[in-house]
Structures are given as C-alpha cells and as structure tokens.
C-alpha cells in the first residue's frame, strides 16, 4: 500500500483517455534527472528505483527505454517525503500530481494533507490486521463441545425411549 504522485513535465488537466502530456524526456535521461535531484536512488531495476529517506521511501516506477511521459512515484513510511518530491519537480520544471485526490501538489506551498490523511488509513487498517483472529483451538473445542453435548442427549433420549419400553 502506497501513497502515489505522478510526475508529469506540466499540468495534464484533466485526467481523460486521450490525455497527451509532452514527454518528460528518454527513460534514461529521466533516470539521471531524478538521481541528480534525489542523488541515492537505486537503479538496478530501470523501471523501479528506489529512494530511502529519513522513515520514507519513494519507489520511481517508469519504462526502462524510450519517450517517458510520466513517472509514477509510490511513497511509504513517514516522515517528510513531500520534500523530495518539491526538489525533484523544481530541479526538472516538472509537476506532481498527487493521485490521491488528483490535484497537482503546489510546488511553492506543498500540503500534506492528503500523504496524513493516507498515513492515518494505513495504520488503521494495520491495527485491524495486527488483532489476532481468536485461536483455532478454541473455534475447534466449541465445535468438540457441541458434538458431545448432541451426542449426550441422542443418548439420552434412546435410553429413556429403551427404559419406557419396558
């Protein structure tokens, strides 16, 4: 689970079908732009790099060749990631648009809002994911439990049936 940006060389208005947005550059130019803004980006996958912040990583997922026209960006963790992202579309002339709420994220005045508002989902759904279902033991001993108790009474009930006839 992720928090995503794309990062488009400017506004592509609204998100359609046809959208055509100018190229940002040639995969491999994009890939040294971004190491040269955000320098420790791990390329030994072409199409997905990875970044390691202070708490947050930013994994760069994008062709390996070719005319690149965007780069969609899957952000994890904590901390201030926000920031790399400003450096990296400042240093390039480059626009973020974050897929949350579809808007582009203002260079000048980034928000966080929506990266804390996904922090805040992703931990809530980790809290119910960390609470343990009740143990298999106990499901099982119900089941052993009623089945001897039905067990009891079809006993029970035959005997007396047994006993009345006599």
């Known amino acids: 689970m992720s928090w995503d940006v794309m990062i488009f060389s400017k506004d592509p208005g609204p998100i359609t079908g046809d959208m055509k947005v100018p190229p940002l550059g040639d995969a491999q130019f994009v890939r040294d732009q971004i190491s040269k803004s955000l320098p420790g980006v791990n390329w030994s996958n072409p199409a997905w790099g990875v970044l390691e912040g202070k708490g947050w990583s930013i994994e ?3 062709q390996t060749s070719g005319p690149t026209d965007s780069v969609m960006l899957h952000v994890r963790g904590g901390g201030d990631p926000i920031s790399a992202i ?6 390039n002339g480059w626009v973020a648009m974050d897929a949350q709420d579809a808007t582009l994220i ?3 005045k980034p928000s966080d809002k929506t990266w804390k508002e996904f922090q ?3 931990d809530k759904l ?3 994911i960390s609470t343990p279902p009740p143990p298999p ?3 099982e001993m119900r089941a052993v439990n ?3 108790s039905v067990l009891f009474f079809a006993i029970l009930a035959w ?3 047994r006993w009345s006839n006599r």
């Open 60 to 62: 760069f997922n994008h």
């Open 86 to 91: 400003v450096k990296l579309c400042k240093d």
């Open 106 to 108: 203002d260079l000048n």
């Open 120 to 122: 805040g989902y992703r």
């Open 126 to 128: 980790a809290a119910g």
């Open 137 to 139: 033991a106990s499901t």
């Open 146 to 148: 009623i089945g001897i």
């Open 159 to 161: 005997l007396l049936i």
